[in-house]
Nanobody
Framework: QEQLVESGGGLVQPGGSLRLSCVGSRITFILYHMDWYRQAPGKERELVAEISNGGNTNYQDSVKGRFTISRDNAENTVYLQMNSLKPEDTAVYYC?????????WGQGTQVTVSS
């Protein structure tokens, strides 16, 4: 069964860093466009960052210069390096893979930014 599994979330102080990982299994990872979304309590899920199968990236304005998305196709993994974290970055972060009409979601990992 195809799946995405995220890891790396946790509690961090404002200004700190975290690196999220998402491993894809049973998918031809190299073909997939990969995204990171987040959903804060009471808010809609929003796109944070995306990386194409060719390595092109795009970011939500609020995270530009602080977050970096990358992928390692040999390891079937996409990363989200998050620096200079702010309390407003607190959310559940989800990995998403899409190719043609196929798409998959991970189960989410909680990121809490608080002192």
């Amino acid at each position: 069964q195809e799946q995405l599994v995220e890891s790396g979330g946790g509690l961090v102080q404002p200004g700190g860093s975290l690196r999220l990982s998402c491993v894809g299994s049973r998918i031809t990872f190299i073909l997939y466009h990969m995204d990171w979304y987040r959903q804060a309590p009471g808010k809609e899920r929003e796109l944070v960052a995306e990386i194409s199968n060719g390595g092109n990236t795009n970011y939500q304005d609020s995270v530009k210069g602080r977050f970096t998305i990358s992928r390692d196709n040999a390891e079937n993994t996409v990363y989200l390096q998050m620096n200079s974290l702010k309390p407003e970055d607190t959310a559940v972060y989800y990995c998403h893979a899409r190719f043609s009409k196929l798409e998959y979601w991970g189960q989410g990992t909680q990121v809490t930014v608080s002192s």
